[in-house]
């Protein structure tokens, strides 16, 4: 990285040399408030989607095979959109992007809703923004750190960060639990089949649109140079932190690809076809899932203060996908729910300290391209497991590979973040203190 970068970096991981906290303008701090009620929202729609897509789908006569692969090309297609309105935000506006994605939001919720063709879901799967799990997909999660990197001084952006992963957390378990308990109604008072879960997917659009609007009330304090002309950046809005950006979304691939075969649609069927839980219960066991993701996330703060962002990343990451391998080897319901929630509760510490390195190291104006380029690798690398997870759910014999896979595969992205970035003279251990 270049010097101002580095200045970045030692604000960020030395305490002596931190900003100090300053007092946010109204507009800022109204900006503030509004990010964090946009991302409560939207991840809500995404808990709730997340336990009765694969249901829904299935309800409507597609295969298991044909399902992984329409969630490949939901995320595929998500990361094509994340990619471009993300490395254009910071010199087309970010608010304007914001809205864009939103309406994706709806439009891809209104088609589902609307039909079963496989060829219309395919394409609003594509060109539209569609959740699979409880976890972000489109650009707003960059847009939004970028925003809000630029409204708090360095030595709290972590804490910030774990907050914000917080309010996403609480509004994703919510939305698992308010999702299960909803279907069971409208299966108690006689729907049946796809019509059970239809109403969920209805609501995923009006999420959007609902957003869409939410955004409108953005100020210009939220985009990149406010009351400035935009700065033209020589390669998808990066400059000095080019090469820091791609180490990072090298490995950031490899993490997500082990994800991908472990998306909460994914695990929700797989506790469905093993022990046949109705959605209700299945809501249940994300909801306090979520609750403990969300825990994990505050507790982050204060590891990466003690022990670095790195070592917080790599040493809570690592012992979470051990777990991960555990969950199909459990003999029981119980024994399986257990390890599965013990997973959740060590599983996202590394979020918030690995979004904050990233805002860390580049520069201001690099931020919103940045963390889009980092998320879309990580899109990248969750596109195909969906459709070989598909195909394994499909055989009673392959169902649990699709753990086994996941777990192995981070495990390796720990240990080669570890191996990567401790040694780097820029980037060691030591430095990573906030």
């Known amino acids: 990285c270049g010097s101002r970068s580095m200045w970045a970096v030692a604000g960020e991981l030395d305490p002596t040399r931190a900003t100090t906290m300053r007092i ?3 507009s800022t701090f109204t900006d503030t408030v509004l990010l964090f009620s946009t991302r409560s929202l939207r991840m809500f729609a995404y808990g709730f989607l997340s336990i009765v897509l694969v249901l829904y789908l299935t309800e409507s006569g597609l295969s298991e095979e044909s399902i992984g692969f329409l969630l490949t ?3 595929l297609g998500d990361t094509a959109i994340s990619f471009w309105i993300t490395t254009v935000a910071d010199q087309a506006g970010r608010r304007r992007m914001l809205i864009l994605g939103a309406m994706l939001m709806a439009l891809a919720g209104a088609v589902f809703a609307l039909t079963n063709n496989y060829i219309a879901l395919i394409l609003a799967a594509t060109i539209g923004v569609l959740s699979p799990s409880d976890k972000e997909v489109g650009p707003f999660l960059s847009i939004e750190q970028a925003a809000l990197s630029q409204a708090i001084s360095n030595d709290r952006r972590t804490a910030i960060f774990a907050w914000y992963h917080l309010a996403g957390s609480v509004a994703a378990a919510l939305g698992a639990l308010v999702g299960g308990f909803v279907c069971q109604q409208f299966a108690t008072v006689g729907f049946s089949g796809a019509a059970v879960y239809r109403p969920l997917v209805v609501a995923y659009a009006v999420v959007g649109l ?9 100020s210009r304090a939220a985009e990149a140079s406010p009351g400035e002309p935009p700065t033209q950046s020589p390669w998808l809005g ?6 820091v950006v791609l180490r990072l979304s090298a490995l950031f691939v490899l993490d997500a690809f082990g994800g991908g075969f472990i998306l909460q649609s994914i695990v929700a069927y797989w506790f469905w076809l093993r022990f046949q839980l109705d959605p209700a219960v299945l809501g249940g066991i994300f909801f306090v899932a979520n609750l403990l993701a969300a825990g994990s996330a505050l507790a982050a703060a204060g590891l990466a203060r003690r022990f670095g962002l790195i070592n917080t990343m790599v040493f809570t990451h690592l012992p979470s996908n051990v777990l991960l391998l555990l969950v199909p080897l459990m003999p029981t319901l119980e024994w399986a729910v257990g390890v599965l929630l013990a997973r959740f509760a060590i599983s996202q510490m590394d979020v918030p300290t690995r979004q904050s390195y990233t805002m860390a190291v580049v520069h201001p104006d690099e931020r919103s391209a940045a963390a889009g380029v980092t998320t879309v690798a990580r899109s990248i690398g969750a596109a ?11 055989d009673s014999r392959l169902m649990s590979l699709p753990f086994f896979l996941a777990g192995g595969i981070k495990i390796v992205y720990d240990v080669w973040l570890y191996r990567v970035f401790v040694t780097s003279p820029t980037y060691n251990g030591s430095a990573g203190t906030s």
Request: charged residues 10%.
């Open 210 to 218: 609902l957003l869409a609007m939410a955004f409108t009330q953005l």
């Open 238 to 243: 990066l400059h000095e932190s080019r090469g």
């Open 24 to 26: 946010m303008p109204r």
């Open 384 to 394: 195909l497991p969906p459709t070989l997870a598909g195909y394994m759910l499909a």
């Open 73 to 75: 090309m939901a995320l």
